[in-house]
């Protein structure tokens, strides 16, 4: 691995060539870095490189992290991409500006009726079992919709539903990979069918971002091809 700086730099390239090579405007691809796990000092390197937009798995470590960088603030963004317990949503709401890992209604009702009334909404995604297996987090394809309608009908200046999100099972190439990806966007497709206008597809990481971006990701969330790998 090189530094972060040059982790990030063929990164970048990767999803520009990916998203060229799918007709997509490299810009309309958000870079999310993973920092679970790496320490603050970390992220201030990819911050100095230009990067903005950190995802993190575990709350308490985030906000140790996010306290650490707090004169980061407005300049950076945090979003958290793990599991959420509802006794974690006031800290959650408080703290991040995205969660992507929404899996029912009650943890999106509290992050709503906790979300500081003078923050920015607190953007949200649905986190979706794309590969259906029983023991992954995630609400199962079918029962998207409804959740989705239910999530969008909170208020609004508190929390807004931007899409879904996945975390398929690793596969080996990249046609395979590109499958569960697929599957994640008609999802999205029909849930705007009932009215909603979604615009984020959260899926890619380290090992699979070409094939997100070939399926349409707007977020992919990478940390090892940056930071390197985790113990
Ligand atoms: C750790 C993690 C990532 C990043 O995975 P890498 O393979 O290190 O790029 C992305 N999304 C989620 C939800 C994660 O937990």
Sequence with gaps: ???????????????SSAALAAGHDPAAVRLLAV??????????????????????????????????LADLRPGIEWHLIGP??????????EAFDW?????????????AERRPAWLPPLQLCLQINISGEASKSGVLPEEAAALAQAVAALPRERVA??????????AGDFDAQRLP????????????????ALDTLSMGMSADLE??????????????AIFGGRS
């Design 99 to 111: 969660v992507h890992s929404v899996d029912r209604l009650k943890i999106a009702q509290r992050l």
């Design 211 to 224: 094939a997100a971006i070939a399926e349409g990701a707007t977020i992919v969330r990478v940390g090892t």
């Design 84 to 93: 959420l317990q509802s006794n974690k949503t006031q800290a959650v709401a």
């Design 35 to 68: 920092s679970k796990t790496f320490g603050a000092d970390a992220v201030r390197q990819a911050h100095a490189a230009g990067q903005r937009a950190f995802g993190e798995n575990y709350v308490q470590e985030a906000l140790a992290k996010i306290a650490a």
């Design 1 to 15: 691995m090189g530094s972060i700086a040059n982790n990030l730099q063929e990164v970048k390239r990767r999803l």
């Design 181 to 196: 990806h697929r599957a994640l966007r008609q999802l999205l497709a029909t849930v705007n069918a009932r009215g909603l």
């Design 161 to 170: 539903l931007r899409g879904l999100m996945a975390i398929p099972e690793p």
